[in-house]
């Protein structure tokens, strides 16, 4: 259990009280595998190949994922050790842990929720806040990518098997804007980043991602750690063209961590553009 948690929560019981009754699916054990054997430090790009070559369809998806925009490799990539040795381990960990979760995340077209666009929105994410990390907090590349990426991961769960009471919260933050955390709080007694939290811990995922995903819509004043500012500032983006958060986003950007607009523009038009190969790949899971 994470130790963030307050109160000896459960987040088994917590998440089938939200989602009305729904058992949350067990994370694959060949993923949970292949990631412990990706963490191992005794671990070489051959020895992950193997492991990987165990799930064909993972295999054939990474390898996917390596020849497209995303990574945009100068010659064709052909098996997996190579795959490994262009996209590195660290953010081989993302995407097989973005392929895992993609299998458990609710694949049908609920209200507010249409999988394909969820996981554009997800890749967009990724790939801006990892582009974000080199200019504010390089290093951090990866950890960045994984957090955006999964940030919104409770959303569909909540579309699908909440939308009782949820749908009308969504529906103010697709047409209005502003902050969701807040929209949630005003109604509920949690939001979407804490239900991802308790799905982090029930599938095993690292807790310095569970943190970076509960506290991305938190205040820097609130956070008694460094927080992840990629993370935060993509948050700001939403997946309706008409009312995409993006101007915010541009604008947080520039006023607290001095990134230019023309600079962001930049970032955000390569990103986006490379995020679509990655989404078509991971929503097939």
């Not at 590195?88 to 973005?98: A, K």
């Amino acid at each position: 259990m994470f130790s963030f948690f307050k109160n000896r929560v459960d987040p088994k019981v917590k998440l089938k009280k939200i989602l009305n009754g729904y058992e949350l699916p067990s994370f694959p054990t060949v993923i949970m595998e292949i990631l412990q054997k990706i963490r191992s430090p005794d671990s070489s790009a051959s020895d992950i190949a193997r492991s990987l070559s165990l799930d064909p369809a993972l295999s054939v998806r990474l390898l996917s994922i390596a020849n497209s925009a995303a990574f945009s490799p100068i010659k064709k990539v052909e098996n997996l050790t190579q795959a490994i040795a262009l996209v590195g381990f660290s953010q081989l960990e993302s995407l097989v842990l973005g392929v895992g979760i993609a299998k458990g995340i609710p694949k049908q077209v609920c209200q507010w929720h249409d999988p394909a666009e969820f996981w554009l929105a997800s890749a967009k994410r990724a790939m801006l806040a990892h582009e974000l990390a080199r200019v504010i907090c390089p290093a951090k590349e990866s950890e960045c990518f994984t957090a955006a990426f999964l940030q919104d991961m409770a959303l569909p769960f909540l579309a699908c098997h909440r939308s009782d009471d949820y749908d009308p919260i969504f529906k103010k933050w697709h047409l209005e804007g502003g902050d969701l955390s807040r929209l949630e709080r005003e109604v509920l007694e949690w939001d979407h980043a804490e239900v991802a939290t308790w799905i982090c811990s029930e599938w095993g995922l690292p807790e310095n991602i569970a943190l970076a995903i509960k506290t991305h819509h938190q205040p820097s004043a609130d956070i008694d750690y460094e927080p992840l500012g990629p993370v935060r500032l993509v948050s700001f983006f939403r997946e309706d063209e008409s009312n995409d958060g993006l101007d915010e986003m541009i604008g947080e950007a520039e006023a607290v961590y001095n990134v230019s607009e023309e600079k962001m523009q930049t970032l955000i038009e390569s990103s986006f553009e490379r995020a679509k190969g990655l989404a078509q790949m991971i929503a097939r899971a």
